[in-house]
């Protein structure tokens, strides 16, 4: 089972960015979802990494301005969020499935406890 740790959350004003990390044990070549999810409403998608690092966009509201990246020796991967607007505030997990490529936003297996992020002036 991988177990996996996120970081670097925070408050942050509207149009300013945030990155995000998720560091895992036992794993190096696994594919990376990150989802969030905001009070009051369902936990969403919002993208994943593949182990060769291409990213499949689950949620289009964040198309051009999060992306992902990875750092297999480190086993660390990122969510570098820019342009932050209100309606990201939510509580970002990462997940993984246990492949190395990117599938559905329903089948990760294993999850972090996540990281609160907060876009408010």
């Known amino acids: 089972q991988v177990q996996l740790v996120e970081s670097g959350g925070g408050l942050v004003q509207p149009g300013g960015s945030l990155r995000l990390s998720c560091t895992a044990s036992g794993f190096t070549y696994y594919a990376i979802g990150w989802f969030r999810q905001a009070p009051g409403k369902e936990r969403e998608g919002v993208l994943c990494?593949?182990?060769?690092?291409?990213?499949?966009y689950y949620a289009d509201s964040v198309k051009g301005r999060f992306t992902a990246s990875r750092d297999n020796a480190k086993n660390t991967v990122y969510l570098q969020m820019n342009s932050l607007k209100p309606e990201d505030t939510a509580v970002y997990y990462c997940?993984?499935?246990?492949?190395?490529?990117?599938?559905?936003?329903?089948?990760?297996?294993?999850w972090g406890l996540g990281t609160q992020v907060t876009v408010s002036s």
């Open positions: 997940a993984t499935e246990g492949l190395s490529l990117c599938g559905t936003e329903y089948e990760y297996s294993d």
């Open positions: 990494i593949s182990s060769s690092k291409s990213v499949t």
